[in-house]
């Protein structure tokens, strides 16, 4: 009876050491696919995301940003800064951004003057489609300005300047809705190639380009974020 006692308690703890070497071997087995899982998370490369581009822009185009969110608000101070010391203060002063980006750069340099000044400088925004030579009228005038020009001084805004011909339009449109004292030219990136004697009197960045080159500026109202972009064309 001793000895079949004593055999089948050394039976029981064969099989509980048997059991207990398949839970460590199992659990072995998870910790070493939970260590292979986390390794391979670090080794895997990180992407960097790049801001998204319109459809209209294919992959041959090689793609520099030449100024980001930070960036932008810095220039865009500078330059509001500028206009205010140029003008002497707020005094008769009003702001019309150029649709369809020229206009929330506008209010953006109206709302830092304002901050500055301790008085509103009203925004507006013009729509130049009727007056420009390259394309016909499409729509109705979209142009919103709920204040004298006559006698003020217009800081004119617009993204980009290149050939001059749309500060042109810009300047026809304008003179519909009276006659300024001034008209002062603000531009957040002037890129060259002029066809006509028009230059920035505010400028935030001038950029060497070529013929083919396209500037992108991207917007929060409409792009979700602000950058501007330089795409040259590739070989």
Same mark, same amino acid.
């Given at each position: 009876?001793?000895?079949?006692?004593? $055999?089948?308690?050394?039976?029981? $703890?064969?099989?509980?050491?048997?059991?207990?070497?398949?839970?460590?071997?199992? #659990?072995?087995?998870? #910790?070493?696919?939970?260590?292979?899982? +986390? #390794?391979?998370?670090r080794l895997r490369p990180k992407l960097k995301r790049i801001p998204s581009l319109p459809k209209s822009h294919n992959l041959s185009h090689m793609?520099?940003?030449?100024?980001?969110?930070?960036?932008?608000?810095?220039? *865009?101070?500078?330059?509001?800064?500028?206009?205010?010391?140029?003008?002497?203060?707020?005094?008769? *002063?009003?702001?019309?951004?150029?649709?369809?980006?020229?206009?929330?750069?506008?209010?953006?340099?109206?709302?830092?003057?304002?901050?500055? %000044?301790?008085?509103?400088?009203?925004?507006?925004? *013009?729509?130049?489609?009727?007056?420009?030579?390259?394309?016909? *009228?499409?729509? %109705?005038?979209?142009? %919103?300005?709920?204040?004298?020009?006559?006698?003020?001084?217009?800081?004119?805004?617009?993204?980009?300047?290149?050939?001059? +011909?749309?500060? +042109? $339009?810009?300047?026809?449109?304008?003179?519909?809705?009276?006659?300024?004292?001034?008209?002062?030219?603000?531009?957040?990136?002037?890129?060259?190639?002029?066809?006509?004697?028009?230059?920035?009197?505010?400028?935030? +960045?001038?950029?060497?380009?070529?013929?083919?080159?396209?500037?992108?500026?991207?917007?929060?109202?409409?792009?979700?974020?602000?950058?501007?972009?330089? %795409?040259?064309?590739?070989?």
């Amino acid at each position: 009876m001793l000895v079949w006692t004593i $055999s089948q308690t050394g039976l029981k $703890s064969q099989i509980l050491l048997q059991k207990c070497a398949a839970r460590s071997a199992k #659990w072995a087995r998870q #910790w070493t696919r939970i260590w292979l899982m +986390r #390794w391979k998370k670090r080794l895997r490369p990180k992407l960097k995301r790049i801001p998204s581009l319109p459809k209209s822009h294919n992959l041959s185009h090689m793609s520099a940003v030449l100024l980001d969110s930070g960036d932008m608000k810095r220039t *865009l101070g500078r330059m509001a800064y500028e206009i205010l010391e140029a003008n002497q203060g707020a005094e008769d *002063l009003v702001v019309v951004g150029v649709l369809r980006r020229g206009y929330p750069i506008a209010k953006r340099l109206a709302f830092t003057m304002t901050q500055v %000044e301790g008085t509103t400088i009203p925004c507006g925004k *013009l729509d130049i489609r009727a007056f420009r030579d390259d394309q016909p *009228l499409v729509g %109705e005038d979209l142009s %919103e300005i709920p204040f004298e020009v006559t006698g003020k001084t217009v800081i004119l805004v617009d993204e980009v300047v290149y050939t001059g +011909r749309t500060v +042109r $339009s810009a300047l026809n449109a304008l003179m519909k809705h009276g006659r300024p004292k001034a008209v002062r030219l603000a531009v957040l990136v002037d890129r060259g190639h002029r066809e006509l004697p028009i230059e920035p009197n505010f400028l935030g +960045r001038k950029v060497e380009t070529e013929a083919t080159d396209h500037i992108v500026v991207r917007v929060q109202e409409f792009d979700g974020e602000d950058a501007v972009i330089l %795409e040259s064309a590739g070989a």
